[in-house]
């Protein structure tokens, strides 16, 4: 079956220094990867994607990193912010059934701290 | 551009009563989602729509049904809760058939009793 994992369940991160959460994912069918980001008492917002067809994308204080060999997602946030405490979701995206599948594991808590 | 909004914020509801949950969307997106999120369990999709006039089932449909009458509106009805249903509800929305991004709702929080 379909299922994400998260190495770190919580994480703690001092203001200023550089994030790395960790995603592993079983469902190698998927050509798209997508990471959001959870506010407390907020819905989802999405924070990056990459396609199968690459191993790295930038965005503005977001790396994220895809393993394919190894099916495993990375998000680098860079000098973390207070703004940036929240819970990160990753998954696979793919067409199933009719419609735009998200696979969302259970989340990792960034939390930090000044 | 307010985007996604939800109504109600949170419910309390007895079991055996029925209520819509309401959410509209301004982006003229063609596909809507609706989520349930639980602890530990992440983003579950209950039920979409790729379009107006469409819907489809997703994971975890059973006791609740959904309409499409048009691009903005999709309501997600409850026709008898059950305790098993307190969650937070996300609706959300995307552009096009592909793989877009999902712009999400503020959440509803539903309690029932």
């Known amino acids: 079956g379909e299922s994400v994992g998260l190495h770190l369940p919580t994480l703690s991160v001092q203001e200023g220094d550089n994030s790395i959460i960790n995603c592993a994912y079983s469902n190698s069918a998927s050509d798209y990867f997508i990471w959001y980001k959870q506010e407390s008492g907020k819905g989802p917002q999405f924070i990056i994607d990459?396609?199968?067809?690459?191993d790295k994308r930038q965005g503005q204080r977001v790396t994220v990193l895809l393993n394919k060999t190894v099916k495993h997602l990375s998000l680098q946030i860079a000098a973390t912010q207070p703004g940036d405490s929240a819970v990160y979701f990753c998954?696979?995206?793919?067409?199933?059934?009719?419609?735009?599948?998200?696979?969302f594991g259970a989340g990792t808590r960034l939390a930090v701290h000044p | 551009t307010a985007g996604i909004t939800q109504a109600p914020t949170s419910q309390i509801l007895a079991a055996g009563r029925s209520m819509t949950l309401r959410c509209t969307q301004d982006?003229?997106?063609?596909?809507m989602y609706w989520y349930r999120q639980d602890l530990g369990l992440g983003l579950r999709l209950i039920h979409y729509?790729?379009?107006?006039?469409?819907?489809g089932k997703g994971e975890v449909p059973d006791g609740y049904s959904v309409s499409r009458a048009n691009t903005d509106d999709f309501p997600l009805t409850l026709a008898s809760a059950v305790p098993s249903q307190t969650s937070v509800y996300f609706c959300?929305?995307?552009?096009?058939?592909?793989?877009?991004?999902?712009?999400f709702g503020p959440g509803t929080r539903l309690t029932v009793l």
């Open positions: 998954g696979p995206a793919f067409r199933s059934g009719g419609y735009n599948k998200l696979i």
């Open positions: 729509s790729n379009t107006a006039g469409t819907t």
């Open positions: 959300a929305s995307s552009d096009g058939a592909e793989y877009n991004e999902q712009f």
């Open positions: 982006m003229r997106h063609n596909a």
């Open positions: 990459i396609r199968s067809n690459m």
